[in-house]
Structures are given as structure tokens and as C-alpha cells.
């Protein structure tokens, strides 16, 4: 018989008992589940529930959907679940969020820019949701999820297909869907921080529709579905790094995994609902994921359902990074991306101080390239300003270095515009230069105090219009590198007295496109067009005017690459090259660059910001 525990009891004493502890529904891996098509009263639901992985038993109640809907989808991040689109008697274009920590009913988040149902897939990493390909003619869109807001388009699936896997399968970087109908056996993939269209995969061992999926970090397992027209109990599994085609995992307890969601912690995956037959089923099975194997029965939904949607708090691919936010991050936004849509939202962020591959942040509030090189920020705010939509923009917005997410509005810029410059110490920024279209080369200079959103405000004059300038500076001084029209001219101001531009120097060539970064003492320029892309680094001693000197030469040729700093090291991301490489130097040192990993997704004319460059104090 077990103890009361109305006493004192010592450690090794409660844990002999813990089994009969009870558990704290607070704490624990949480996955919600919108029931979708009732088949206990045959009507469309709103109802969500809970279940806690950890904690084997039925599920309970959470709040309600702010539409009751079936063939919807289900994706989120560690902190919010976001149910998507669905069929009411009519195709909806609604997406609810809910908060994990929170019972209680769904918030609207945004719209679909056109309504979907039958199953579009849904994947995520703790910033980005991907979804779609439900209906037969849709597209795939994204969300930042800690953003409400509307969608942006995606891209495309290789096959257009309806009833996808239901479930987050992917980790961090990789999003994966399968199956469909008519039928197919196609696996796709995508890079979740890079839009763009699926790219195939490989094939399940069977064509099938109206699958679930889960998975690890590592793993993806897709459970039951239909296969000629049959249901079927199959489980089957892939190595997402790797693609390939699927492999035998083992069998449901039935075959009640048609039009099942699917649902992930880090170890287990869970197939909740599903049809059997002609109805639904309130069946919750769970499989561990590192091991192949049959599934077990976990516990019950309070109804019957089928075409429903799930996601959870700790599905591997939504989890924050450990390291996150470093010391010495740098931001690299936007940019032209290499599919489509052509100009990028995407900010990626790496830690300056160690070598590695960029990791997603989150996005800027409009997709653009060409924005002032250079970027601007204090130690804790970046800002990008101005850019290329297809047309000139004057926006300026702001992210927050410590917390990912969607960019904020900031202000505007006297006149939109393209391809200038920017620099900053930690209180003002400062942009130069650009193309106005229609009026040609710009010699305006501009500033901005960082700490309070506002439009930009002038400066003074460049001693010529130009653009593809280099900017960086110390905590005094600011420098513009070079230009177009091709020239050799570096410039200065100081940053806190508004006035024209000063003579400084000049570069080793003439050029456009160079990329700059600075200690506190030394700014360093890499990558330009001098007829023809180059892997140039050159530097100079910002309080002293000069002529540029030799540093040592990037690993690869390239243009517009974005620049970061970190006070001691710089790194250039990708620029106009085919190239996603960044370099890094150690500033106080000459010498030629180092590899320091890729660029998850390709941004050519991006921008840049980071929390620890040399006009920081």
C-alpha cells in the first residue's frame, strides 16, 4: 500500500513512491489536437484538446477553434500552435493560434491569401510555419509564427496533389510532406528558411493519402493512410538529412490510421483519431520513434474523429536554439533569393565569435534586396533601410537581437531608394547614397536615432551621387568605400555632426560592391566589381585618413556580400555570385579569409546588422 504523504519524507523515500506522484498537466511535452470532423455527432468540430506525452491517459479539453472545421492544418512553434485553413461546408482561408501554456479558445492570426482544405501539410522550426498543398491547384505558403498576420507565398509542391501527410515531420531546417491523392508516393522537401518549391525526396513503399507524420530530430515516420482504396495499419520511416525512400517501421493496432493526425515530442510520436472504415476513431497510439517498432495504445479522445490536426510544444524541430541569443550575433536580411519569390523576407542570423551555418530569425516586414549595405544597430536593435521591391523603397524597420521574430516598422527614408550604404555607432545610423529610379545616382545622406522609431532625417551630401558603396565606422567616424559610377574615392563624416562627406583616401582600384566591417580602430572592406568580381580585402585605420592597404584575399570572388562584425572578426555572407560561402577574418590581423560555413538559404544583395561592430563603445 502507498504511503499518504502526509509526512516528511526524505528523497530516496518519494522517489520508491513516484509512481504514484500525480502528474503536473503544467510541465510535461503538450500536443493539441483540433478534432476536425466529429463522427460521434457527424458534424464539423471546433473542439481542441490536450494530451501530455509524458503522461499516458486520455485527453482533455483545451478551448475551441474560432471556426469548427475539418481538413485543416496543424504546425507551430515551442510557445504557439496554429491551426490553418480547412472545409466548413465551403474551403476556409482562417488560421487560429493558441498558446500551449494557456487553456482557453483560439486568437485569430491572419488569412490565407486563398481559402484550402483536404489536408495541406503543415512543418515548422521555432520561427517559420510552412503549409499547404491541400487542394488539388494550391500553392505552399509561410507564417512567422510569432507574428500574426497573413501568409506569403512559399512556393510550389512537385506534384499537385490533396490529403498530405497531417504532422509536423522535419527538424530545424528541413520540412518534409508525403503522399496524396490521386495517388501518389512522392516524399517532397524544402528548406524551411528558404522559399522556394519542394524538391523530391524519394517514395513511400506504397502510394497512399491521408497519412499521419511525426519525427525526431532526425527521424520522419509517416503512419497508416489509405492505399487502393483500402485502409491500411503500415508504418514506414525516412532519415531526414538524408533523402531516400521510405522503410518499414511497423504497424498501428488497426488500421484506424486513415485521415489520423499526427504529433511529435522528441522521442515519441503520437497518430490520434483517424477513420476506420467508412467513421473516426477517438484512439490515441504512440510509437518511440528512435525504435522501429508496433504501436501502442496511449489513451482516448473524448469524440471520434477523422480529418483533424495536431501539433506540439516539443516536436524536435520546433525547439530554440541552445545557444541562442550569442554574445556576438550577426543578422543578414533579405536579399534576392534564388527561386521564387524573388526578393527575400528571411533574416538568418549566426554567432559571430564561432564558425558555423546561418540559422533562420525570423523576417523583415517587406521582402527586398539591395538595401543599404552595411546595415546600422546598437547593441540591441538592427535596422534595415530602404531597398529594391521591384520598385524603390523608403522602408526602414527593426528587429530586436534577442528575440526572433517578425521585423517592426521603424519609419521611412527621405526618398526611397537602392543600393546605398549604411553605418552607425550605438545612439545614430546613418545611410548614403543609392539609386533613385528615374533620377538617377543619389548623394544624400541621411540618420536615424536607433533607440526611437522615426523617419530619416538629412545629413548632408556625398561629394558624388553613387551607389554600391561600402560603409562601416568607428564609434566617432563613419566611411563610404567606393561606388558607382566607378571610383576609387573613400569618404568620412562624423557621425555625430551633420555635414557633407570629407575626403579620406582611396582604394586600391576603382570598384563597386564591397562590403565593409570595423573594429574600433580598423575598417575592412572585402569583395567588389572592378570589370569582374573579386575576392579584394583591403583596410584602413579610421581615425587617420589614407589610402587603403592590402589585407588578403576572400575564399571566393564576390559582390554585394552583406558584412558583419563582431568588434574583432568579420564575416561576409553570400553576395552576386552562385556562391552561399561566407569568409571570416580576425580584423587586427592581415591575412587571407577563412571558410566559416553556408548560408542556409541563398540571399545575393542582402543586408546586415550586428550587436557588437567597432562603432559600438
Same mark, same amino acid.
Given at each position: 500500500?502507498a ?30 489536437t483540433a ?12 473542439v481542441?484538446e490536450?494530451?501530455i506525452?509524458e503522461?499516458a491517459g ?26 490553418a485553413?480547412?472545409y ?26 486563398s481559402?484550402?482544405r483536404?489536408?495541406p ?13 491541400g ?9 512567422t509564427?510569432a507574428?500574426?498576420?497573413?501568409t506569403?507565398?512559399?512556393?510550389s ?19 518534409i ?6 495517388l501518389?508516393?512522392v ?30 530530430s ?12 483500402a485502409d ?14 521510405g ?20 522521442t515519441?510520436?503520437a ?7 467508412g ?8 510509437i ?5 517498432g508496433?504501436?501502442s ?9 477523422v ?46 565569435a564561432?564558425?558555423?551555418?546561418t ?7 517587406v ?31 527593426y528587429?530586436?537581437?534577442?528575440t526572433?521574430g517578425?521585423?517592426?516598422?521603424f519609419?521611412?527614408?527621405t ?16 545611410t548614403?547614397?543609392?539609386?533613385v529610379s528615374?533620377s538617377?545616382n ?9 533607440a ?7 545629413f ?19 566611411i ?6 566607378? *571610383? #576609387? !574615392?573613400?569618404?568620412y563624416?562624423?557621425?555625430? %555632426?551633420?555635414g =557633407? +562627406? /570629407? &575626403? @579620406?583616401?582611396?582604394?586600391?582600384? $576603382?570598384?563597386y ?20 568580381? *573579386? #575576392? !579584394? ?6 581615425a %587617420?585618413?589614407? =589610402? +587603403? /592597404? &592590402? @589585407?588578403?584575399?576572400?575564399t571566393? $570572388?564576390k ?5 558583419v ?5 568579420a564575416v ?30 541563398y540571399q545575393?544583395t ?12
Amino acid at each position: 500500500m502507498a504511503p499518504s504523504f502526509s509526512g516528511v519524507w526524505n528523497i530516496s523515500t518519494q522517489y520508491q513512491y513516484a509512481s504514484v506522484w500525480p502528474f503536473d498537466l503544467n510541465f510535461g511535452s503538450k500536443a493539441l489536437t483540433a478534432i476536425g470532423y466529429d463522427d460521434t455527432n457527424s458534424a464539423y468540430s471546433n473542439v481542441v484538446e490536450r494530451f501530455i506525452f509524458e503522461s499516458a491517459g486520455n485527453s482533455t479539453d483545451f478551448g475551441d477553434l474560432s471556426v469548427a472545421r475539418s481538413e485543416l492544418a496543424g504546425f507551430g512553434n515551442d510557445t504557439r500552435a496554429l491551426f490553418a485553413s480547412g472545409y466548413t461546408g465551403s474551403n476556409s482561408d482562417v488560421i487560429d493560434f493558441m498558446v500551449y501554456a494557456s487553456a482557453g479558445n483560439a486568437t485569430d492570426f491572419g488569412d490565407l491569401a486563398s481559402a484550402q482544405r483536404r489536408n495541406p501539410f503543415g512543418a515548422a522550426n521555432n520561427v517559420r510555419g510552412v503549409f499547404g498543398a491541400g487542394n488539388s491547384s494550391s500553392n505552399i505558403y509561410y507564417v512567422t509564427i510569432a507574428s500574426a498576420g497573413n501568409t506569403s507565398d512559399f512556393g510550389s509542391p512537385t506534384e499537385q496533389k490533396s490529403h498530405r501527410s497531417q504532422g509536423m515531420v522535419g527538424s530545424t531546417t528541413r520540412g518534409i510532406y508525403a503522399g496524396g491523392s490521386s495517388l501518389t508516393n512522392v516524399i517532397d522537401y524544402f528548406t524551411i528558411a528558404s522559399a522556394g518549391d519542394s524538391i523530391d525526396f524519394g517514395n513511400l513503399t506504397a502510394t497512399k493519402y491521408e497519412i499521419s507524420g511525426m519525427s525526431s530530430s532526425t527521424r520522419g515516420v509517416f503512419a497508416g493512410g489509405r492505399v487502393d482504396g483500402a485502409d491500411t495499419n503500415v508504418i514506414e520511416y525516412i532519415t531526414i538529412a538524408s533523402a531516400g525512400n521510405g522503410t518499414d517501421f511497423g504497424d498501428l493496432l488497426s488500421s484506424t490510421g486513415r485521415g489520423a493526425s499526427g504529433a511529435s515530442s522528441s522521442t515519441k510520436g503520437a497518430i490520434i483519431g483517424g477513420g476506420t472504415g467508412g467513421g473516426g476513431s477517438n484512439v490515441i497510439q504512440t510509437i518511440t520513434i528512435a525504435s522501429t517498432g508496433n504501436a501502442s495504445d496511449f489513451g482516448d479522445l473524448s469524440l471520434e474523429a477523422v480529418y483533424g490536426a495536431s501539433a506540439s510544444d516539443a516536436q524536435a524541430g520546433v525547439q530554440n536554439e541552445a545557444d541562442f541569443a550569442p554574445a556576438a550575433i550577426g543578422l543578414f536580411g533579405g536579399g534576392l533569393g534564388d527561386g521564387s519569390p524573388r526578393y527575400n523576407t528571411v533574416i538568418q542570423y549566426i554567432n559571430i565569435a564561432s564558425t558555423g551555418n546561418t540559422v533562420i530569425f525570423g523576417d523583415l516586414s517587406v521582402g527586398r534586396d539591395y538595401m543599404a549595405s552595411g546595415g546600422f544597430a546598437s547593441s540591441t536593435r538592427g535596422v534595415f533601410a530602404g531597398g529594391y521591391t521591384g520598385s524603390d523603397s523608403d522602408v526602414i524597420d527593426y528587429v530586436t537581437f534577442s528575440t526572433k521574430g517578425k521585423a517592426t516598422d521603424f519609419g521611412n527614408l527621405t526618398t526611397a531608394r537602392y543600393g546605398g550604404t549604411a553605418f552607425s555607432n550605438n545612439t545614430r545610423g546613418i545611410t548614403g547614397g543609392g539609386v533613385v529610379s528615374g533620377s538617377g545616382n543619389s548623394d544624400v545622406i541621411e540618420y536615424v536615432t536607433i533607440a526611437s522609431a522615426g523617419n530619416g532625417t538629412d545629413f548632408g551630401d556625398l561629394s558624388a551621387g553613387k551607389w554600391g558603396i561600402g560603409g562601416t565606422a568607428s564609434t566617432t567616424r563613419g566611411i563610404f568605400h567606393g561606388g558607382i559610377t566607378s *571610383t #576609387n !574615392v573613400i569618404e568620412y563624416v562624423t557621425i555625430a %555632426s551633420a555635414g =557633407n +562627406a /570629407t &575626403d @579620406f583616401g582611396d582604394s586600391g582600384a $576603382t570598384g563597386y560592391g564591397a562590403a565593409g566591417a570595423s573594429s574600433s580602430t580598423r575598417g575592412v572592406f572585402g569583395g567588389r566589381n572592378n570589370e569582374g568580381t *573579386t #575576392n !579584394v580585402i583591403e583596410y584602413i585605420t579610421i581615425a %587617420s585618413t589614407g =589610402n +587603403a /592597404t &592590402d @589585407f588578403g584575399d576572400l575564399t571566393v $570572388t564576390k559582390e554585394f556580400a552583406p558584412a558583419v562584425s563582431s568588434g574583432t572578426r568579420a564575416v561576409w555572407g553570400s553576395g552576386s555570385t552562385s556562391s552561399n560561402v561566407m569568409d571570416y577574418i580576425t580584423i587586427a590581423s592581415t591575412g587571407n579569409a577563412q571558410d566559416f560555413g553556408d548560408m542556409e538559404a541563398y540571399q545575393q544583395t542582402a543586408g546586415s546588422a550586428s550587436n557588437s561592430h567597432g562603432g559600438i563603445s
